[in-house]
């Protein structure tokens, strides 16, 4: 594995749980949103993560034989239609039906804090990890000395 390898497998991580917060944040900010542009209500939004593939043979071999990943992407962010969207009786709402129901988006304010808490950890463990790459990196130009 080289040096900056574990660079660019933290550097991804972060980047992605990064864009994973801000579609949390989204999200949470649409909660009550009950008409879009298309005239629906909002709909929560997932992100999904893959492995980046391997560029080179080297990579490839290392990844085959276990030793090293090489980061991951995010892949898409996706529309959750497998939540069902809250029906509350509010006849007086402008957004309401013919029996007084309105449509509010499928996000749970509750679930999505704790995703912003496990992207947030999973934000710090690749920053912990970045910061011992780099010291051991240091460490290994000082000796040297």
């Not at 990064?18 to 629906?40: C, E, F, H, P, W």
Request: charged content about 20%; hydrophobic content about 35%.
């Amino acid at each position: 594995m080289g040096l900056f390898t574990s660079f660019n497998i933290s550097a991804s991580g972060m980047t992605a749980e990064r864009l994973r917060s801000d579609t949390i944040s989204q999200n949470i900010a649409n909660v009550d949103t009950t008409r879009t542009a298309d005239g629906k209500p909002y709909v929560r939004k997932t992100v999904m993560f893959e492995e980046k593939s391997a560029g080179t043979f080297d990579d490839i071999l290392m990844t085959t034989m276990g030793q090293v990943g090489s980061g991951v992407k995010v892949t898409k962010i996706v529309n959750d239609t497998s939540t069902a969207m809250n029906k509350v009786y509010d006849p007086s709402h402008p957004d309401a039906d013919e029996n007084g129901y309105v449509l509010y988006p499928n996000v749970n304010t509750v679930t999505e804090m704790t995703n912003l808490i496990d992207a947030s950890r999973a934000y710090e463990a690749n920053v912990t990890a970045f910061d011992a790459s780099k010291s051991m990196a240091g460490k290994g130009l000082n000796i040297g000395k």
